[in-house]
C-alpha cells in the first residue's frame, strides 16, 4: 500500500472537532449535548442576505472572478472606511472563507522552513495551515494568569533568527478574547519594522469588542503599511460561517500577484456567498447592535457563571466570543473526552474544546478548555450547571 505524505501525518486534528465523534455517539444514546466547543453563532443572517439568495435570478451559476466581483470589493472598501482602514478595492482580494485567506497568505510570504511567530495559545488552525505550506509557528507563551496579556518583546527577540519570516496575531484572539492595546501593538509594530517581517493580522472579530477599548487594526500601524496581511472573514459578524466568504487584504503588490496565483488556480470564491456577503453590506445598523448586546449578556452570564463554579477560574475576555477557563482537573483532554463519553447530568452533558490543542508548548493548557459562548443565556446557564455537575463527579479532579 502506498504511504501517506509526511505532512498529512503531522497535520494535527483540530482540538474543536476532534472529540465530534464522542458527541455523536453521546446524542445516538439519547444526551442532549450543549455546544461549547465550536464558534458557530446560532443569531440569525443578515435578512438581506436571505432574500438576496432567494431573490437570485442568474440563469448559470458560473465562476466568479478569481479575486472576487469588483462590486463586492468595492463595496468593501466603504466598509473598512468605517473603521479608519483605508483601502482601495484591488487591495482586497475575495477568499473562501478566512481560513482560504490564511492559507494563501501563509503559502505566499513563506517557504518551506520559514519560520513565523504566533503569541498562544492560538486559534489552532493556524498549526494546520503552517504545516500545509511546509512553515514552523514558533510560539510566545501568553497566560491564564496574566489575563493573556503580550510577552515582553525580548520574548519575541529571543525567537528571531534568519528563518523568521512573520508575526502573526489575532486581535482580538480566538481563543482568548484578549485584545491588543495600543502600546503591543506599537511593539509589535517597532519588531515589524525592525526585522522587516511580514505581519499577518486575523481580525475576523472586530465587530466583537466589549470594553470600549480602541480596536487598532495593523492597517493602523504606521510605516509598515508593505509588511501588513489581514485576514477577514464574514463568518462571524453576520453569523455566515456556512457561505464561506472571506478576504485576503493587503498594500504589498508582490504579496497580492503572488496570492493571485492561488486564487486562479482554485479558480473562483464561492458565488452564492459573495451575493450574499455583499447584501450584507447593507444590513440595517440595528443588526449589528442586536448581535452586540446579545454577546455582551452572554458574556456576563458565562464568564460570571464559571467564576462561581469551585476551582474554576476565567478571566473577562475583552472580545470575540470565546474565554479560555482553568479547571480543576488533571487533563482537560481526558475531561472532556470523559464528559461525552461517561457523563450525563439529568440526560445533559458539555462539549468543550481542550485547551492543550492551542499550544504549541507541550504540557500548556492541560488544565484550560476555551468555551465559546455562542448559544443563548437560557442554554448557557444550563450548560454551566451541567458542567458544574460533571466537575464534582469527574474522578480526575484535582481540588
Ligand atoms: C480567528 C479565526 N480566524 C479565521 C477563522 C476562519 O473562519 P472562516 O474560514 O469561517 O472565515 C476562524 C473561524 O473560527 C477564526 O476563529
Known amino acids: ?60 451559476l458560473e465562476y466568479s472572478p478569481s479575486a472576487g466581483y469588483r462590486s463586492y470589493r468595492e463595496k468593501l472598501v466603504g466598509y473598512y472606511a468605517k473603521f479608519n482602514i483605508n483601502l482601495t478595492a484591488d487591495d482586497i482580494i475575495i477568499t473562501t472563507g478566512g481560513s482560504e485567506a490564511v492559507l494563501f497568505s501563509f503559502m505566499s510570504c513563506l517557504n518551506p522552513g520559514d519560520e513565523i511567530i504566533v503569541p498562544e495559545p492560538a486559534y489552532a488552525n493556524y498549526m494546520a495551515f503552517a504545516i500545509s505550506a511546509g512553515a514552523k509557528i514558533r510560539t510566545v507563551s501568553t497566560t491564564i494568569e496574566e489575563g493573556f496579556s503580550l510577552p515582553k518583546v525580548e520574548k519575541f527577540e529571543e525567537l528571531i533568527n534568519e528563518r523568521t519570516k512573520g508575526i502573526l496575531i489575532c486581535n482580538p484572539n480566538n481563543p482568548t478574547g484578549y485584545l491588543y492595546t495600543r502600546r503591543e501593538m506599537n511593539q509589535i509594530r517597532d519588531l515589524v519594522k525592525k526585522y522587516d517581517l511580514f505581519l499577518f493580522s486575523d481580525e475576523v472579530y472586530r465587530e466583537f469588542i466589549y470594553t470600549g477599548s480602541p480596536y487598532i487594526s495593523a492597517c493602523h500601524l504606521e510605516g509598515i503599511e508593505n509588511n501588513v496581511v489581514l485576514i477577514d472573514s464574514v463568518s462571524k459578524r453576520y453569523s455566515e460561517c456556512g457561505i464561506r466568504v472571506g478576504a485576503l487584504i493587503t498594500k504589498n503588490k508582490e504579496v497580492r500577484n503572488a496570492v493571485m496565483k492561488f486564487c486562479q488556480a482554485r479558480l473562483s470564491p464561492p458565488l452564492i456567498g459573495q451575493i450574499a456577503a455583499e447584501a450584507s453590506l447593507d444590513a440595517p445598523e440595528e443588526y449589528s447592535r442586536e448581535m452586540y448586546d446579545e454577546y455582551v449578556e452572554r458574556r456576563k452570564c458565562l464568564i460570571d457563571g464559571l467564576n462561581r463554579i469551585p476551582g474554576v477560574y476565567s478571566p473577562i475576555p475583552m472580545g470575540a466570543f470565546y474565554t479560555m477557563a482553568k479547571l480543576p482537573v488533571d487533563d482537560s483532554d481526558k475531561f472532556c473526552a470523559w464528559c461525552l463519553e461517561e457523563f450525563d447530568y439529568e440526560g445533559q452533558t458539555v462539549f468543550m474544546a481542550p485547551g492543550s490543542g492551542f499550544y504549541t508548548t507541550a504540557g500548556a493548557g492541560y488544565n484550560e478548555v476555551r468555551i465559546a459562548y455562542v448559544l443563548n443565556k437560557e442554554d448557557l446557564t444550563r450548560a454551566l450547571f451541567v458542567l458544574q455537575k460533571a466537575l464534582e463527579a469527574y474522578p480526575g479532579r484535582t481540588e
Open 1 to 60: 500500500m502506498p504511504t501517506i505524505s509526511t505532512r498529512g501525518i503531522e497535520m494535527p486534528a483540530s482540538p474543536i472537532r476532534k472529540l465530534a465523534p464522542l458527541a455523536d455517539a453521546a446524542k445516538q444514546r439519547g444526551t442532549h449535548v450543549f455546544h461549547l466547543n465550536i464558534g458557530q453563532p446560532d443569531l440569525p443572517t443578515p435578512q438581506v442576505a436571505i432574500d438576496a439568495i432567494h431573490n437570485i435570478d442568474l440563469k448559470t
